[in-house]
């Protein structure tokens, strides 16, 4: 072998292990880049809280202060059992009842805002201390704006109801329908049908009667009647009023409740 092929032969193998190598390293790296996950355990992932839903507050508690109000009312004016009751939302609680109803020394417990469901919860506090011969009931369009179904709300006056019968079982019930209203007319199909449920209920008990209060409320085109709503198209002006108190008297002249005379004074 002469020393130019000895060179040449050198050089040539030099070339091509350096050649190798570089085929080989990125071959070697790529396969480690592979599997290195695999041979180390798995970064673990950030820990993601759970978004904690704040508690609804209880039906026991949303009317605290109200229910503390009746109580010291009771305390300081103790209204005389067997007497005529209202009970309900916002639609009884702005009613002047002692105009309307001047010889009746009606006693006012409604609460704005109130649902059916509120009624059950309170009822032991609000109507049994008082043992009304003759309970008025409004409520059921705040329920159906809260989402409730129609067969939710009727389930909650049921149960209301069924309390009454039970706990005061003697107490005449007059439930005023679901009033229709401006604000709340996109509701009339579920207040329709939620009426009519309650007042089949009425219809099987002898000591209770459903009053529709739509047929005083629309005018000749089937709409509410703007002058008998305030400004809100929710709340009944005292125009509004008027019509129900004439509505809801002929059924109060029947019934003989404990009038004005000795009657401790009501809040309004």
């Known amino acids: 072998m002469t020393p130019q092929t000895g060179t040449r032969y050198n050089i040539g193998r030099s070339t091509r292990l350096r050649t190798l190598k570089a085929l080989l390293l990125p071959a070697v790296l790529g396969l480690g880049i592979v599997i290195?996950?695999?041979a180390q355990p798995p970064a673990s992932a950030p820990a993601t809280q759970t978004p904690v839903k704040p508690k609804p507050v209880a039906l026991a508690d949303r009317w605290k202060s109200?229910?503390?109000?009746f109580d010291k009312e009771n305390e300081m004016h103790p209204p005389r059992?067997?007497?005529?009751?209202?009970?309900?939302?916002s639609?009884?609680?702005?009613?002047?009842?002692?105009?309307?109803?001047?010889?009746?020394?009606?006693?006012?417990r409604g609460?704005?805002?109130?649902?059916?469901?509120?009624?059950?919860?309170?009822?032991?506090?609000?109507?049994?201390?008082?043992?009304?011969?003759v309970l008025v009931v409004y409520s059921g369009d705040n329920d159906i704006a809260a989402n409730q179904t129609t067969d939710e709300v009727y389930k909650n006056f049921e149960a209301f109801h069924a309390w009454v019968r039970k706990e005061l079982p003697h107490t005449k019930v007059i439930v005023?329908?679901?009033k229709p209203s401006i604000k709340r007319w996109a509701m009339i199909e579920s207040i329709r049908e939620t009426n009519g449920r309650i007042a089949q209920l009425c219809g099987k008990d002898p000591l209770s009667t459903f009053?529709?209060?739509?047929?005083?409320?629309?005018?000749?085109?089937?709409?509410?009647?703007?002058?008998?709503?305030?400004?809100?198209?929710l709340h009944m002006s005292q125009a509004g009023y008027d019509?129900?108190?004439?509505?809801?008297s002929p059924y109060l002249q029947t019934i003989h409740p404990a009038t004005s005379a000795g009657s401790s004074p009501t809040k309004e």
């Not at 109200?66 to 109000?69: I, N, P, Q, Y």
């Open 211 to 233: 009053i529709d209060t739509e047929t005083v409320m629309l005018g000749e085109n089937g709409q509410p009647i703007r002058d008998l709503y305030v400004e809100d198209g």
């Open 36 to 38: 290195s996950p695999a």
């Open 91 to 108: 639609t009884i609680r702005l009613w002047k009842l002692k105009k309307s109803f001047p010889e009746l020394a009606p006693v006012n």
């Open 81 to 89: 059992t067997g007497g005529l009751v209202f009970c309900g939302s």
């Open 243 to 248: 019509r129900w108190a004439a509505l809801l």
């Open 66 to 69: 109200e229910m503390t109000a």
């Open 176 to 178: 005023l329908g679901i």
């Open 111 to 133: 609460f704005g805002g109130s649902r059916f469901d509120d009624l059950v919860v309170h009822a032991e506090r609000i109507l049994k201390p008082l043992q009304p011969a």
